[in-house]
């Protein structure tokens, strides 16, 4: 890495990082800390809002990232490098989130979030009530308007990492955007 | 801005500054985590294709008879372990995993002046695909002063009565054996166990870090043990006997359950002939939220509790938050929910 990096001429920037990625790799498959605390500060931010968006709340994405990265040096033997990494951990991520997801109950309590201080919550009137009506969203409508809309992910997709055929995704963010559309208009 | 922008803008909170260290010192200790794996793409007509010939197989297989193979008398700890009252049945006779280390700190600062003695009797109900519910066993937890060998202890027990109207439609009552420990008022570590059923005698003793056990099955095939295993842990550490739910019960009334709570437990399950294979594994507890339960007895302010064992079991419990009493359990599967809640107490609740 090092000789990549000090590089000759003609060595790009982009060509640095996938160099130092596929080191970090290299090293997070054999178990060596380094390397994975190098995966967690590329990646770990990222990961742990797509895990705060499907779950709703800070702790469980706390417990889904600290699952993910202590399970990734193992798991990074199924990578195969031919697709982003980054892409592959948001997929590995969303299915930990989902699995904590389909554990949970929601009937009648409230999530351990929804009663932390609202200073923990962004600062803006119209980003909290966007927030408060996600949070509001029944599960499985919410990882569906989550992964698509937000991570940008096609039917095709949200339906495999869901489970579902595309055409129940499209009628589960069909029904999630009704529902929040009706959410924000009743609240102004 | 459109609001599906507005979305994609939102902001999300920065992961804590401390979870890196917590992921590393979880590999450092030896915690592994197995991550889904990708599933392939099947399409529904593969699928269907695939269910259809799986039960033209079955259907011939079950058609073919044959003789059945024939209980392996040699294996006695099986059919042993299968003979006591655990529940769920995952704590029978399995094939044992390496121990997963706990995910948190050891519990501690035990509120144990909160601890207090009563009678709880629950409800237990299955719930299979959301649709069938039986709702035939009930089970009551008593815990009350009591002495041992000049000790102050409490004394626990359980019993279960069940209706089994299965393989016909004829309903018999089926009373489990009572269950019962003393526990150290002080540390809330089981010191004694007895199980005395039909036919069989189940005893544990715990001295120290070591939990003696004892097993003794009467009848035609008299058969018995005698075991002893280390616990991991502190020697002042609480921990609980795996699935006997009263211990769980008590050690909820004394937990600082709060907003972020987390701690760790080890529970001893059975040892078995082998004690490297002895089922002592920890469970893990975590405060998840908070809610009003309404359940037959009364409506409660409960503490809702993550309880985990290992990577597969999670049970939630929810704990009232004034006196700590366990209120409701549920076992969640995907296609299979076990509950119960609670139906009456002595004293009555507050």
Known sequence: MQA??????????DQIDQIDQIDHIAGARAGEPKALASLYRAYGAALYRLAYRLTGTPQDAEDVVHDVFVGLPEALGRYEERGSLVGWLKRVTARVALMRLRTRTRRGEVTLDATL???????????????????????RLRSVLVLKEVEGYSHAEVGQLLGISEGASRVRLNRAMKRLRKMLEDGR | MTWKEDLRALPAPEPPDELLSRILASRAAGVRV????????VSRRVALLLIAAAAAVVLMMSTRGGERRSVDTANAYQDIAAALPFWPPDAMAQEARPAHPPRYEPVRNLRVARAHGGTWTYQACSVFDDVLTKCHARFTIAVSKAERDGQSVWLVSQHEKTVRDWPSDAKDTIRTPLDSAYVDPATLRPIYHEINGKGFHFVRRITGDTVHETLDIGGAHPRSWRTNASIPGARDAPFVLRWARFDV??????????????????????????????????IDLRVVGSGRIEVPAGTFDCWKVELRQGDDTRLTLWASKD???LVKTELREPDFRAESALLSATPPAP
Do not use: N
């Open chain 2, 323 to 325: 006196r700590g009493w």
């Open chain 2, 34 to 41: 197995v991550l889904p794996r990708e599933r392939p793409t």
């Open chain 2, 249 to 282: 019960a008590l050690l909820l009334q004394v937990l600082p359950l709060e907003r972020g709570w987390r701690g760790s437990v080890y529970s001893v399950g059975l040892v078995g002939p082998d004690p490297s294979k002895a089922a002592i594994s920890p």
């Open chain 1, 4 to 13: 990549a990096a000090s590089g000759g001429a003609g060595t790009s920037i």
């Open chain 1, 117 to 139: 201080p609202t200073v923990d919550r962004p600062a803006e009137v119209e980003s909290e009530a966007l927030r408060s009506a996600i949070d509001a969203l029944p599960d």
